[in-house]
């Protein structure tokens, strides 16, 4: 079945530093990829997301890009702020199934 | 519109007693799911439903059931409750999970001691 992969599990940067999370999929039918965060204590909230018709998209300081050859795809977030403390998932889905299969996670620490 | 409801938002339940978990969305969602999420874990799907009345398991199906009648609610019951079941389970829902993302609820906490 589909299987996503998501690395690293932890992420410590200075604060103004980017970061970059990344996940591979199995399934050459995905599509669809997500990202949630999940600060502590909360529900995941989507962040962006991307169709497997773009390579790139960018909503002011977090991007996602998408290599479907290598059926990878990486979030990339610019001048990180403490605030962008929290833990990321990666998602991905196809058109022939009901579900997103999720990566297991990256703990993100913005230290100020 | 109110998104993805959960209620209780914590519980604390003895070995072996019952409970139903609720979750209802008011966005028209043929799609739902409910999640648990262990301490510093991922996501674990448990049960979904692609519609009223149609319902499948996820990869940790075993000591619940879920039913689905109305579009609105997707209900998760615990009927034996085990120590093993203590987590924090997220109901959500997607109008389509191909190419719409799921929203998902607060969450109920649930403790079994």
């Known amino acids: 079945g589909e299987?996503?992969?998501?690395?690293?599990?932890?992420l410590s940067v200075q604060e103004g530093d980017s970061a970059v999370i990344k996940c591979t999929y199995s399934d050459s039918a995905s599509n669809y990829f997500p990202w949630y965060k999940q600060e502590l204590g909360k529900r995941p909230q989507l962040i962006i997301d991307i169709r497997s018709n773009v390579g790139e998209k960018k909503d002011q300081r977090i991007a996602v890009t998408l290599n479907k050859t290598a059926k990878h795809f990486s979030l990339h977030i610019t001048e990180t702020q403490p605030e962008d403390s929290a833990v990321y998932f990666c998602a991905a889905s196809s058109y022939n199934t009901d579900k997103l299969i999720f990566g297991t996670g990256t703990r993100l620490q913005v230290f100020p | 519109?109110?998104?993805?409801?959960?209620?209780p938002k914590f519980r604390i339940l003895k070995i072996g007693q019952s409970m139903t978990l609720q979750c209802t969305q008011d966005m028209n969602h043929n799609y739902m799911y409910w999640y648990r999420q262990d301490p510093g874990?991922?996501?674990?799907?448990?049960?979904?439903?692609?519609?009223?009345g149609i319902t499948d398991k996820g990869e940790v199906p075993n000591g619940y059931n879920v039913s689905r009648s109305t579009t609105e609610d997707f209900p998760l019951r615990l009927e034996l409750a085990a120590p093993s079941q203590t987590s924090v389970y997220f109901c959500a829902s997607t109008d389509n999970p191909s190419i719409?993302?799921?929203h998902f609820g607060d969450g109920t906490r649930l403790s079994i001691l």
């Open chain 2, 100 to 102: 719409q993302p799921q």
């Open chain 1, 3 to 10: 299987n996503v992969e998501q690395h690293p599990s932890t």
């Open chain 2, 41 to 52: 874990m991922g996501l674990k799907l448990i049960y979904y439903s692609v519609g009223a």
């Open chain 2, 1 to 7: 519109n109110a998104g993805v409801t959960q209620t």
